[in-house]
């Protein structure tokens, strides 16, 4: 084999990961908001009790994912600063593309996934939970991912001493 063929399939097994956290992550916001809206619907039109679940949860069971799958996760990488940079930066630009396209969609141009109930001072902030939930599901789980990464390599360096 010369080394050009060699090169070629090194790139193709390094690009195999990228595309697999690009889907995970596109996946994961696509149940997300699903689950969300469902509960918006639900919230808006069945009765007016706690659905904080999707919230709250979704952000929370995505640090646990993240922690469980780690490994898979980086699956032909082996976990480097490089490889968490880069998933981190995948999961920062999806959640910015969803949230801000859900968002603008929602709150700017008035084109609702779930049709906000109007009129009244009780409603004045009718429809915030759309944002809130971008920069929850994207920002909680990154920040409690690096922070998590930074305590596991900190673990590993004080195990081996």
Known sequence: MDEKAVNEDATA??????RFQ?????LYH????????????LWEYV?????????WG?????????????????????ITWKGNAVFFLIW??????FGFVITLMTC?????????????????LNGI???????????GPLIVAILGEIAIRIGCALSKK
């Open 129 to 139: 939970e759309y944002p809130l939930f971008g920069i929850l599901l994207g920002a």
């Open 58 to 78: 979704m952000p929370i069971i995505a640090c646990i994912l993240y922690f469980y799958f780690r490994k898979r996760i980086y699956r032909l990488q082996s």
């Open 13 to 18: 097994i390094q690009k195999k990961p990228i």
């Open 92 to 97: 920062f630009v999806v959640s910015l593309v």
């Open 108 to 124: 700017e141009y008035n084109n609702w996934i779930v049709r906000q109930h109007t009129g009244g001072w009780e409603y004045f």
């Open 30 to 41: 696509v149940l997300s908001w699903g689950l969300f809206s469902l509960e918006d619907y």
């Open 22 to 26: 690009i889907g995970i992550c596109c």
């Open 47 to 55: 009765d007016s009790g706690d659905y904080f679940f999707a919230f």
